[in-house]
């Protein structure tokens, strides 16, 4: 009989195991119900986290002192209650048996030593290791923070992928009612301004020179590379070598800032003499000033349309063009 005093024994403690267990998950999901992420301890994260566990955890680990000066602690913080407040209020009846919890390093000290952590935040995902989803490996999943994304949408997603065959309660996020009120007084302000400066404004949208010289200084900035500049991050100037500094990327593939610069100014200039070529000179009523101006601003278009085509030739050798004085 001693074999069967032996099985009853060793029954009752895997009994008294599971019991705990389920304690423990009660113990815990009552407080998240009333306040979520749960704020925990050296003592209970390692009370939450013992195995056999028959639920899931979602630990943070964080650094929210201002000693440790962790911006990215901060900027997520507000982030995980959101997710955790969210997931705890649509899975009141605890279907997915998950738990959230947050220990900050002032509070955990311990704990942060024996994992060797040297950076914050953490995020430990720690799975069942009984029950019907129970994983083979008992050691926490990792979130990765350093693929950039630190919202309560993107951690959700991964905790779901996780956590197959059980509720993912959506991210709910509380309305913003400042926001909202200040969008509608911002909006009534904006249509009582428009409503009374109308009179003065219209003639002044309406302006065709107006919209033309808009059209022109957009035209000016995309044609010469301004997008370009802002999608490539190219850098203002570059070493040539040899001590100095280079104005011009060789080739027609590349370009620095102040490049862009040089030639819209120049574009800018060659359009300011076609426009007062064909809009002003025409008004002009003395002949011979007229036949200066159209002299002037016509050696000046040639001049800087020269000084362009030797731009050209520069970036890339095999350009066919050339026109004096600049060869």
Same mark, same amino acid.
């Given at each position: 009989? #001693?074999?069967l005093s032996t099985f009853v024994t060793a029954a009752l403690s895997l009994a008294a195991v599971a019991t705990a267990k389920k304690? $423990?998950?009660a113990e815990y999901h009552a407080k998240a119900l009333s306040s979520s992420p749960v704020k925990m301890t050296d003592s209970s994260y390692r009370k939450l986290t013992s195995? %056999?566990?028959d639920y899931t955890a979602a630990i943070l680990l964080t650094a929210l002192d201002k #000693?440790?000066?962790c911006q990215l602690c901060h900027d997520f913080q507000p982030e995980w209650e959101i997710l955790s407040s969210s997931w705890t209020k649509g899975d009141k009846k605890a279907a997915s048996r998950t738990i959230f919890g947050t220990l900050d390093f002032s509070d955990g000290r311990d704990t942060f030593m024996s994992l060797g952590l040297q950076t914050a935040p953490v995020l430990l995902l720690f799975q069942p290791t009984t029950g019907p989803h129970a994983v083979a490996n008992a050691e926490p999943l990792r979130y990765d923070f350093a693929s950039g994304n630190q919202n309560a949408d993107a951690v959700h997603a991964w905790i779901a992928r996780n956590?197959?065959?059980r509720p993912h309660p959506k991210v709910s996020r509380p309305i913003n009612y400042v926001k909202i009120i200040v969008t509608i007084v911002s909006g009534l302000a904006i249509v009582g301004a428009v409503a009374k400066l109308g009179p003065y404004l219209l @003639? $002044?949208?309406q302006s065709r020179n107006l919209w033309a010289t808009i059209?022109?200084?957009?035209i000016l900035l995309f044609t010469s590379g301004h997008m370009f500049n802002q999608i490539r991050k190219v850098p203002y100037v570059a070493g040539n070598g040899k001590g100095g500094v280079s104005y011009f990327a060789g080739g027609f593939q590349s370009q620095y800032g102040l490049e862009t610069q040089i030639i819209a100014f120049l574009y800018g200039l060659l359009s300011f003499a076609t426009i007062y070529l064909a809009v002003r000179a025409p008004r002009i009523k003395e002949r011979r000033l007229q036949q200066i101006m159209i002299i002037g601003w016509g050696v000046l278009m040639f001049v800087i349309y020269s000084f362009l085509l030797s731009i050209f030739r520069m970036k890339n050798g095999g350009y066919p063009f050339k026109? %004096? @004085?600049f060869f």
């Open positions: 009989m #001693r074999w304690d $423990v998950f195995t %056999p566990r #000693r440790f000066a956590l197959e065959g @003639p $002044v949208v059209s022109l200084i957009g026109l %004096p @004085p």
